[in-house]
């Protein structure tokens, strides 16, 4: 544990911002993970699950969890399967 008080703070923020970018990777691999079941299934909601897989992946982009290669080739394999 550091001694300095900014260290310490510091030691606290990065926690906390592990914290939430871990939820919102989480979130997004969620959402990935539930259009392509239905897209698989060829559910009714397909269309719904698209659009929310592809929000969650530019607010992930945004955020600066992943690079824009990543959200460009993650959302056009979805719309592949859409």
Do not use: H, W, Y
């Amino acid at each position: 544990m550091p001694q300095i008080k900014s260290a310490i703070k510091r030691v606290k923020q990065q926690e906390k911002a592990n914290l939430r970018n871990t939820s919102q990777r989480s979130a997004m691999r969620s959402a990935v993970k539930n259009f392509e079941t239905s897209a698989a299934n060829n559910a009714d909601n397909k269309e719904d699950m698209f659009r929310t897989a592809v929000r969650a992946i530019d607010m992930a982009k945004s955020k600066g969890l992943i690079k824009a290669n990543k959200a460009a080739r993650d959302k056009s394999r979805l719309a592949k399967m859409n």
